[in-house]
């Protein structure tokens, strides 16, 4: 074993032990003592043979002496919380209990109690009671925790001074003392508890297997070890190697879309690894199809192996969270299938490609059907053990033989075999499909000396080729022309020494030859001047016979040669003619029709021959299993499904042929992968292919050791969405990893921006940092999925502003007119925040969100006629206080069943609505740019990227003031640009103060332009008109300049308020500003904050508030971008109050100069 893994896996043994002593079970391992005990630091004797006999019952210490289990490390409780019931009916959307204050101790035989010296900060307030985090209740937040960590004194050594440091740890982080602390929604217990540490069952089955794995001795499995060292960069695949790599993607699990460039360019490289222990890791973000790219990869794999005949493989997809699985056990539940002899499934119990492992004797509901493998005393329970008996065995076999017969073609009476056989032959066949296919379009680009594919490339290499030809014809003509006719000179050369006369001869053997060479020179000259092209003026100047016969062959040999070599040109230039007609065939008969680009052949072949050899697999692997069982049942009764090692390889190999994928959570995964033999054996590297889904949010200990179960991995997630909780303070982070050895005191620095930490980094950061690929290094190693399908482009450009850096291609195309306007909204809400358990709230904002639903309700129900208003529409906030104040407004609004979300984005990731509601809660006095969003990108990019067809904001926006870099910012600058104003708001709502009782409701065009008039008319010393917009027709409409001169002529201040922003600084706004100056208005343009409030202030006796912007609404009813404006005019002392307000919210602005 390596000697960073062996360190590694020692770290995360200690954060393990750590986290569960820091995140307690209040139902098992736990004694009530007293407050008296806790306050003397000695609990009772019943007490402390109650914890000796915890600590007994557990593991290693059950068979140890009683004496040597003194002193026993225990976690105190000194304050409980129990969840209060609503009206009288328990809920079930927060914990039952909740603890503010952990003291980690011991315990001695006699009851005495002492902080606990091996732990660096023995009292830590629980991380689940930090925000954020994903239970919904809190104290405090985990930035001041840690800053209360860091500021903590060293372990203290009495018990009173330990009490007292735990107690102040809570002062700071909450402001106020233990004892007098309020939990929303909680009341405190009378005891207080202690427990034995370590004994919480969360992360048991993950510490067992890291125990496991530390105790190996030399080796740990390879791919464990490619996770935990630091790749070495290798640069991204070639698109020729790329294509080359796609002759390897042989199966298609869905019909209905083909994979997306990026989406293949990920699976290319996945699929180039072949059976390396390695890691890919894929970035993610939200509605890129992430998991479409999974479904292939699984396919692929499911086809491989049944092409080979081995094994089915086995396949686990995992994650933390119970959302993040569900999400994959939906994905194949929404997987649609073409209609055909191959649909469905052939075994009618199997319904599900995916097979969900829960936790042992965990019940769990969904929403759609799911087929489970689950663990009890006696066994494993699951559907297709139906199967699993000679008599409905056989039934099986016949209907299984049915389909096959229909599908298939095949005659009476064929057998099972019969049956694999064929299907085994259609699975080649499909497989050769796409690899011939593959290999054609390779052939064609190098044919086309191209890196793409087009009519155009082909019909210019079809030319160039067919020119080629035509030149190599000629070049073949004249060749053979040449050799014809130097042939022909030789056969007069032979004839010419033929006929010389025999004395000639005789003269030249005694040396006379004059005439003899006289006669050949004759023949040389007449040769070369009727037959120079072939010969040149040379051959007349040849000296002897020798020479002319030496000439003559040495050129008939040449241009032997050369008409060879023309002839082989020609024969190429025809193969490559007719080569090009056969590979454009081959490529036109896999698109049949459309032009034929790379990408178009592999999407035909994506939903053609790949989803076919899906199909076929499945309908092979179902076979298998029949025949399995068949062989099984031969030689006993039943097939025994117990947990020794040999026995549930081959239960899980058996259930694998009926399902491609089997679905687990990181926290349950280790002990369904451990047998039984004597003791606990971990089936080390038994899954051939593990994937990990939303690897953000998974902490680094909690997904580490599952590398160990498997041979290769596939690693997707999104570092901008949801970070892990994670369980472990810095402090206690940063001592685990210098006595582990993975980090010294001088590189903790270096180690927790690593990502690979326990409480700053996540599996993906891990994972990353052990892959070869970068598609985009500045985010980090991985591959990028990038065509976005989700949401409408204007709100995904947002995330794309935020977090994305502009890589996101915005993909959905519109597909007639939208269900629901604007797509991309915001309302003004001048509530109030107050302060609850820790948590912030804003009612007036609860209220409004829930009166605009259930003011929308029927539209969006129409809009949506299959889905509930549940699976239509959610709220997001990133408070918990206003959780549970919207979820209030929305039970007296629509009752208690509306069934809609309501939560912080944890509650939305991996989801997605139609509409998605933000309120960011925040009042007035928000300093913009140090909001609890602005401190991570990754709350509103969740929040944002969850909404189809609408992103709509309630709250105060001056929290999203355009100015600067900060996230709330770079969102408020899209919001305005491309956001519309939502109407509809009751008017009361759009008040700045709540529990005040207007005059008179405005809810009409002529009404408000009445009262606009009246105002301006009526103000005897200030005026003051708030209109974040300002538009020349609106002023014209209702002559608001010369009323405002009339005004000014009266000694009335007016005074007009705007933003300059929002108005994007055209020269219609510019042309306004000047109008409204020169009929004496003083305009004031918001520059430190926005102006989002539409109000007329008249001296101090009365005023109007609501959703008319006074100098821009428009002013034609007919017009389609009339909207329904209501306003609330307050007089008299109800008036001043508000008056003082609006006032002291505007001074900044009605100051400036």
Wanted: include cysteine.
């Amino acid at each position: 074993m390596q000697e960073t893994t062996k360190n590694y896996l020692a770290y995360i043994g200690k954060t393990l032990a750590d986290s569960a002593r820091l995140t307690p079970s209040f139902k098992e391992g736990t004694v009530e003592i007293s407050f008296n005990e806790l306050d003397q630091g000695a609990i009772a004797a019943n007490a402390a043979k109650a914890i000796h006999a915890l600590a007994k019952s557990q593991g290693k210490q059950a068979d140890e002496a009683a004496d040597q289990l003194w002193p026993i490390r225990v976690v105190v409780i000194p304050r409980l919380y129990g969840l209060r019931p609503s009206h009288g009916v328990q809920r079930t959307d927060l914990p039952e209990m909740v603890a503010p204050l952990l003291l980690m101790a011991t315990v001695g035989r006699d009851g005495t109690l002492s902080p606990d010296q091996e732990m660096q900060t023995p009292a830590i307030i629980p991380r689940d009671m930090l925000s954020p985090n994903q239970k919904g209740v809190f104290v405090g937040d985990v930035a001041d925790a840690d800053v209360a960590y860091a500021e903590a004194n060293a372990t203290p050594s009495t018990w009173s001074e330990f009490t007292a440091q735990g107690f102040a740890l809570v002062e700071k982080v909450t402001g106020v003392l233990l004892p007098e602390l309020s939990i929303d929604g909680y009341e405190p217990k009378g005891t207080a508890l202690i427990g034995v540490a370590g004994s919480f069952p969360a992360t048991r089955a993950v510490r067992k297997l890291v125990d496991a794995l530390k105790n190996e001795g030399k080796s740990a499995p390879p791919l464990l070890e490619c996770l935990l060292s630091e790749a070495q960069d290798r640069p991204l695949l070639t698109a020729a190697e790329q294509l080359k790599a796609s002759a390897d993607h042989l199966g298609q699990m869905e019909c209905r879309y083909a994979l997306s460039p990026s989406q293949r360019e990920a699976l290319a490289h996945h699929l180039e690894r072949k059976d390396q222990r390695s890691v890919l890791a894929i970035d993610g973000p939200p509605g890129t199809g992430k998991t479409t790219l999974l479904l292939s990869v699984i396919a692929t794999q499911w086809v491989k192996r049944a092409l080979e005949k081995g094994e089915p493989p086995l396949t686990m997809a995992s994650s933390a969270t119970n959302q993040a699985v569900t999400n994959i056990l939906e994905a194949f539940f929404k997987v649609k299938e073409r209609d055909g002899a191959l649909a469905g499934r052939w075994l009618d119990e199997i319904k599900s490609y995916g097979l969900y492992l829960p936790a042992f004797s965990r019940t769990d509901t969904f929403e759609f059907p799911v087929q489970e493998l689950k663990a009890t005393k006696d066994g494993f329970v699951f559907d297709a053990k139906k199967y699993e008996n000679k008599a409905d065995l056989e039934q099986a076999r016949k209907k299984f033989l049915s389909h096959a017969q229909a599908a298939l073609d095949l005659a009476d009476g064929a057998t099972l075999q019969n049956a694999l056989d064929a299907l085994h032959d259609k699975i080649a066949q499909a497989v050769q499909k796409t690899k011939g296919a593959i290999l054609a379009v390779h052939e064609l680009l190098a044919l086309c000396g191209s890196e793409n594919l087009s009519s155009a490339d082909i019909n210019a290499c079809a030319d160039r080729l067919a020119s080629q030809k035509e030149l190599s014809g000629q070049e073949q003509a004249i060749c053979a022309e040449r050799a014809v006719g130097l042939r022909w000179i030789r056969a007069q050369w032979a004839e010419h020494q033929a006929q010389e006369p025999w004395w000639m001869g005789l003269l030249s053997t005694i040396g006379l030859s004059a005439q003899r060479k006289a006669r050949d020179r004759a023949f040389c000259a007449r040769t070369a001047s009727t037959h120079d092209h072939l010969v040149g003026d040379s051959f007349a100047e040849l000296a002897g016979r020798l020479q002319v016969e030496q000439f003559i062959a040495a050129v008939v040999a040449q241009a032997k040669q050369e008409e060879a070599q023309a002839s082989e040109r020609l024969s190429e230039a025809d193969r490559q003619v007719r080569q090009l007609a056969a590979l454009t065939h081959a490529v036109r008969d896999v698109l049949g029709g459309g032009e034929p680009t790379v990408e178009a052949v592999q999407s035909a072949l994506d939903l053609g021959p790949r989803y076919e050899a899906f199909k076929l697999a499945t309908h092979y692997w179902e076979g298998r299993y029949l025949q399995f069982v068949g062989q099984a049942l031969q030689a006993q009764d039943e097939i025994p499904n117990k947990k020794s090692p040999e026995k549930l390889r081959a239960l899980y190999r058996r259930l694998a042929m009926l399902h491609p994928c089997f679905v687990a959570t990181l926290f349950t995964l280790p002990d369904r992968m451990t047998a039984w033999l004597g003791k606990e054996i971990p089936l080390l590297e038994e899954i051939d292919l593990l994937i990990i889904d939303e690897a953000g949010q998974v902490p680094p200990e909690i997904g580490v050791p599952a590398f160990a179960l498997a041979k290769q991995a596939v690693v997707v997630g999104d570092v901008d969405q949801i970070e892990p909780v994670w369980s472990v303070p810095m402090p206690i982070d940063a001592a685990n990893a210098v006595h582990s050895a993975v980090a010294s005191q001088d590189t903790l620095e270096a180690f927790f921006d690593s990502g690979i930490s326990s409480s700053s980094g996540s599996l993906m950061r891990v994972a990353q940092r052990a892959m070869v690929f970068a598609k985009h290094p500045e985010r980090g190693r991985g591959m990028f999925l990038s065509e976005h399908r989700r949401c409408w482009t204007e709100i995904i450009s947002i995330c794309n502003a935020l977090v994305y850096g502009g890589r996101l291609r915005p993909m959905r195309e519109e597909d007639g007119p939208r269900k629901i306007t604007p797509s991309l909204g915001f309302v003004h809400i001048p509530g109030e925040e107050t302060s609850q358990g820790g948590s912030r709230q804003n009612k007036i904002e609860a209220e409004a969100i829930a009166q605009w639903i259930a003011l929308r309700r029927e539209d969006l129900e129409a809009a949506y006629p299959k889905k509930p208003l549940g699976k239509i529409i959610a709220v997001v906030t990133p408070f918990c206080a206003q959780k549970r104040a919207v979820n209030d407004k929305l039970n007296e609004a629509l009752g208690k069943k509306h069934g809609i979300t309501v939560g912080t984005v944890h509650a939305l990731q991996g989801a997605e609505y139609p509409v998605v509601i933000f309120s960011p809660t925040y009042d007035q006095r928000v300093v913009p740019g140090q909001t609890f969003m602005d401190r991570n990108r990754s709350i509103l990019n969740v929040a944002i990227s969850r909404a189809q067809d609408a992103f709509l904001v309630f709250g105060n926006m001056r929290v999203f003031q355009p100015q600067g870099a900060n996230p709330c910012a770079v969102v408020g600058k899209m919001l305005f640009a491309s956001g519309e104003e939502i109407t509809g708001v009751p008017a009361r709502l759009l008040t700045p103060l709540k529990g005040i009782h207007e005059t008179r409701l405005y809810s009409s065009l002529p009404e408000h332009q009445d009262v606009l008039k009246e105002a301006i008319r009526t103000a005897k010393r200030t005026l003051v008109i708030v209109s974040p917009f300002v538009k020349e027709s609106a002023m014209h409409a209702d002559d608001v300049c010369a009323e405002i001169s009339k005004a000014v002529a009266r000694n009335v201040k007016v005074r007009v308020v705007s933003d300059a922003g929002l108005n994007k600084e055209d020269d219609n706004f510019h042309r306004c500003v000047a109008a409204l100056e020169q009929a004496g208005a003083g305009v004031r343009l918001a520059e430190k904050q926005g102006v989002h409030s539409k109000v007329l202030l008249v001296d101090r006796s009365w005023l109007v508030v609501g959703s008319f912007n006074w100098l821009s609404a428009v002013r034609n009813p007919a017009n389609k971008w009339s909207r329904y404006e209501s306003s609330m005019r307050y007089d008299g002392s109800e008036a001043f109050v508000m008056i003082e307000k609006t006032l002291r919210d505007l001074k900044d602005i009605l100051d400036a100069r």
